[in-house]
């Protein structure tokens, strides 16, 4: 696990091994246990190390091929090196070290292209071809690691971070302000676009291709991987998908379990990291874990359930792990906001303060850390959003009901308020068209409540789940710390895409028979009834955690925001983002923010969401990391 960073002059000027050099410096949280810089004339390619697997110089980076033809910058785990490298061996490959990062080389070198369907893993890389003068960028199925770029007439750049990106002298730091408003309809970028106007970011299950011998280099991108979820021809025996359930499920925790260093999991009380806790727990004596919890004392309603410490002791207590915990109050957010805004660079999903804090504490005790990262999204975790749209005329009207549920910041009647002073900057600009556009590639020939649930759990994958993975590459290795999920496994994740949607869904007849002009309380009931996600994982997992977790309704990772907005930190958030000179309202229409804000602070609307995205952009602007 580490970070990447390039430049490639088009112009043919040569590169500076000062810039070099403070593009890797700007990630150095990324690899704390070294550095590397490869440079000729016009191409520089660099590397910082978080050594994992083989720490010695052997796997030092940038990588040369044998041949000399070859240099790769590598950021990953590929889990199944050892079964390639046994596959290129037999090709005649030799190895001299006991890296991934070599057989990922030599893998390139010998299947192209092909190899990155052989890795089995999370990884960003970038390979220079110095006899075709071809750089090659890749990122994996699902992107756990991010690559960003940026091009102009005269040069290329690349990074794991944009920060490594800015180190460019003549790089003009400016907010994409079409990218801001995609970000405040869906609260996360579904487009390969960035908030830093010019950066783009490698979308998931692609590689791209910059040849320097063409006249004019440009970045050509290609789709080699994406997610497909379908119901079966002929389905198998419920016993038969759960058996090969917990087979995979098993397999995919022992796989990531390989590492040079110590190795922990986060525990949130939660079915998913308690399960992957209990199968690591069995290959280590006393597994080191870590639960991130908060004070509940100023919280209400809902939120005043919102910390899970008590059931994470249980579990340790049952797994015998060596248990760490934090305890966050409101002071911590408003605190670690300046450089959870650095690190972040720009904000995605939901309120992510929280990882930071976990992260912290796993990085004190381990290199390495387990997370439940993937289980929602490929066994329906969230019912009650694919439910609302399991019955519809036809496609567009399929996509009209399930944009309009994504609207999670601003609704597209305010938002026009809201970006009242950049209307000329974001005119033409359709979220509709941006949102159906995720489906360019997916056929959307669509004929029963099944297919609409897969389609969902497709948008989520592409879209949701890919922002949850940037935000916890990003605040996990702020601390230097490498995040693996095992529910990302190809095997099992293949699995899950071809399981029978009625195998995640209990309910899904008597959801459909839901009379929306019955009287009564419609949505009391039709909450009752879509609270059963994920039933084939809860099968699986009652064999290995205790009943009472797996049967527990779904619960996200998040402090108890809505009640400490408008009370512990209500003047946190009217200094920041209320007051007259705050640097939103150079974007912003002031009077909407205002009205938005104050319908949270009075009760009347639950806009937890929206006031932390406005905080956070604030951060970002006063740092001057970007400017309007």
Not at 427 to 432: A, F, L, M, P
């Amino acid at each position: 696990m580490c970070g990447i960073v390039g430049q490639l002059n088009t112009d043919n000027s040569p590169v500076s091994r000062v810039v070099l050099k403070r593009m890797t410096d700007s990630i150095a949280h990324r690899g704390p246990d070294g550095e590397g810089h490869w440079i000729e004339e016009n191409v520089g390619i660099g590397h910082r190390r978080l050594a994992i697997i083989d720490p010695s110089p052997a796997g030092h980076q940038p990588m040369i091929s044998s041949d000399h033809r070859y240099i790769l910058t590598y950021n990953g785990e590929v889990y199944n090196f050892r079964e390639l490298r046994s596959e290129l061996e037999a090709q005649g490959y030799e190895f001299h070290s006991q890296t991934d990062s070599e057989v990922v080389l030599s893998a390139l070198v010998a299947w192209k292209e092909v190899a990155l369907l052989k890795f089995n893993g999370m990884f960003a890389l970038a390979l220079w071809d110095r006899k075709e003068k071809t750089l090659l960028l890749a990122r994996d199925r699902y992107g756990i690691k991010p690559l960003y770029y940026f091009q102009n007439d005269k040069t290329f750049l690349f990074g794991s971070e944009q920060k490594a990106i800015f180190e460019q002298p003549s790089f003009d730091r400016k907010i994409n302000k079409k990218a801001l408003l995609e970000y405040y309809t869906f609260q996360t970028i579904f487009t390969d676009q960035t908030l830093t106007q010019g950066v783009c970011i490698l979308p998931a299950g692609h590689f791209a291709k910059l040849n320097l011998f063409e006249k004019t280099p440009s970045l050509r991108k290609t789709s080699y991987w994406d997610p497909r979820f379908v119901e079966p021809e002929k389905p198998a025996t419920e016993e038969e998908y759960v058996e090969e359930l917990d087979r995979l499920f098993r397999q995919a925790v022992q796989k990531q379990l390989v590492s040079d260093v110590e190795l922990g999991a986060y525990l949130s009380g939660g079915m998913d990291s308690g399960s992957i806790t209990a199968i690591a727990s069995q290959s280590f004596e006393y597994l080191k874990s870590f639960t991130c919890g908060f004070d509940l004392s100023s919280a209400s309603g809902l939120e005043a359930c919102f910390d899970e410490r008590s059931t994470a002791e249980a579990l340790s207590y049952a797994f015998k792990t060596e248990h760490y915990e934090v305890v966050l109050k409101a002071g911590d957010m408003e605190r670690c906001l300046p450089t959870l805004a650095w690190h972040l660079e720009e904000p995605r999903v939901g309120q992510s303060y929280p990882n930071f804090f976990a992260a912290k504490l796993a990085s004190k005790f381990v290199k390495v850390v387990l997370s439940g990262a993937g289980g929602d999204e490929l066994f329906a975790g969230y019912p009650w959003r694919y439910f609302r749209t399991m019955v519809n005329e036809d496609f567009e009207d399929y996509i009209d009901k399930y944009y309009l549920y994504w609207q999670r910041l601003v609704s597209n009647s305010d938002l026009k308020n809201l970006f009242s002073p950049l209307e000329k900057d974001v005119d033409g600009v359709w979220t509709r068209d941006i949102f159906r556009d995720v489906f360019l590639t997916h056929d959307q020939s669509l004929d029963t409540p099944e297919d609409y649930i897969n389609h969902s759990l497709y948008f989520e994958t592409k879209t949701f789940l890919h922002g949850l993975l940037v935000v916890e590459d990003k605040l996990s290795m702020a601390h230097g710390l490498e995040n693996r999920v095992p529910f990302l496994d190809n095997d099992l994740a293949e699995f899950a895409m071809k399981c029978p949607v009625s195998l995640k869904l209990k309910n899904l007849k008597e959801v459909v028979r839901i009379n929306e002009n019955a009287t009564g309380d419609k949505q009391t009931q039709f909450f009752e009834q879509t609270q059963d996600g994920k039933q084939i994982l809860r099968e699986v997992m009652n064999r290995i955690i205790p009943r009472e977790v797996t049967d527990a309704k779904k619960q996200g990772f998040s402090g108890p925001d809505s009640s400490w907005f408008k009370g512990d930190s209500i003047e946190f958030v009217k200094r920041k983002i209320l007051q007259k000179d705050a640097k939103i309202y150079s974007l912003f229409d002031r009077k909407t923010v205002n009205d938005l804000v104050d319908e949270h602070l009075s009760g009347k609307t639950n806009r937890r969401l929206l006031i932390w995205s406005l905080l956070n952009l604030e951060a970002i602007l006063e740092s001057e990391m970007l400017g309007v």
